[in-house]
Structure formats: C-alpha cells, structure tokens
C-alpha cells in the first residue's frame, strides 16, 4: 500500500508497506517513480538549516546552509497506527554534493531516514555554533548522549555527526567506504537524548541508477528499548517494467523491550 508522496526531481517519491497475511510487516519503505532520479539540483540546498558560521552577521546561503534538500513522507496511515510498529514517518535528503567526511560521503547521495521520535521533535534540533555540521550546542551534547550498551551494535560509533533537524548519526567504521573503497550505499543508526532514533539508509545516485535488486543484511544492536518489529535487512530495488525504484526495510522480526545496560 502506498502512503505519502512528495515530488523529487522530474517525478515523486512515496512511501509504501507490504505486509504478509498475518499483518507481519514484510516491507517499509520509499518509492522512486521511473523519473524521480532525472532533474534533480546539482548544487545548493533549500536553505531550510542555515546559521552564522562565520560570526559577520550575514547568513550567506551558499555557504552557511546544509546542502541538501529535504523531504518529510509520513508512512501509510496503517503503520502509523500500529502500536508494535516503532517507525512513523520517513526523512529523505538529496544531497548533490554529499556532505563530511570529505573523500568519503563527499558524492551525490540520498540520506533515507526512517523515524521513531516524533516530527515536532526532530525538527526542534536547531542550527547553532556547534559541531561539524552547526547545531545548537545544548542539543549538540544532548544528541552525543551515550546509548544502553545493549541499544547499539559495537561497530557503530560516534563520530559527532549530529546534524540539525535529524539528531546524530551513528556511522559503521568497518564499511568499504572507510577502507578507501568508493561509496555505494551504507547503514546508519540515529541518536538522541540516549535513544534509537532512526534508522537509515544512505546510497548514492549512481548506485541506484546501476539497477539494483539486492538486500544487505542490517546489523542489529543486541537489544531494544522499544518492543515492536524491526528490520534485518535493507534492498534495493529496480523494476524493469515501471522503472521504478524502491529502498525498503525488510526481513521484521518481532524483538521485546528490554532493560537498559549501562556500560
């Protein structure tokens, strides 16, 4: 069932779910029509996060804003409504230029975050003087706040990237990318405040335009803080007769809460 759509490039992208005859989630994901790859900005951003790095009093958008252009797709109303199903709403970024760390990210990619923590409160992360990618810096160290050891999985660390109006990004430092292997498409977790946020997949342009009908297998922390189901896995899909392309989560399994273990 398809969900909500936004326009991107020269078509749209929606979100969608599957699920098997029980109503076990078989798949969340994002829709890309047959064009939505074709037309999109090459440069520049939608100056929706922007701050004073420089201390002049001049906001100068070409330098001083995140280079990205956002879109907010809320899942389909069935997910929403799902209490044993954590994830509500859907953050894409288009990044024509890619964003830190430089010689690794650096490329035309798109950020798909899938949330658990409600609009409002991601987007009352503000830009601020803080950080490699200026955020407020009250939320800059509420967003470093360390997880429950069993909440993330050991090869995910911080790396300070938090980023306004989506919190911080967990990276894997064992991917190809950080081994001086070109970046094709990666997993990332999101943090706030001491809880799972997010989670995402990042995947270039290019590599979805190759055509893409695989799944890599996401690397699940020990344990959760909120009991539903969660993906084992990440695809990506072309469709030879539409033309269409999808990023999904897939492979649900149904984890129960558990208690926090400090470190």
Known sequence: MLGWTSDLGKGTVSSYAEFDAGGTPRALGVL???SALEGLPTGGSDRHHCFDRNKDGIVDAASECLTQYERVIP???????????????VLLNWNPLGHIPPGVYDVPHFDVHFYMQP???VFAIASGPCGPEFVRCDQFEAARRPLPANYMHPDFKDVEAVAPAMGNHLVDLTGPEFSKHPFTRTWIFGAYDGKVTFYEEMVTRAFLLARPNTCFP???PPGVGVGGFYPTASCLRHDARTGEYTLSMEKFVFREAQAPVTK
């Open 218 to 220: 996401i690397k699940s």
């Open 75 to 89: 899942l389909p109303d069935a997910v929403a409504r799902r209490a044993d199903i954590p994830f509500t709403w």
């Open 32 to 34: 890309f029509s047959a």
């Open 119 to 121: 609009i409002a409160d």
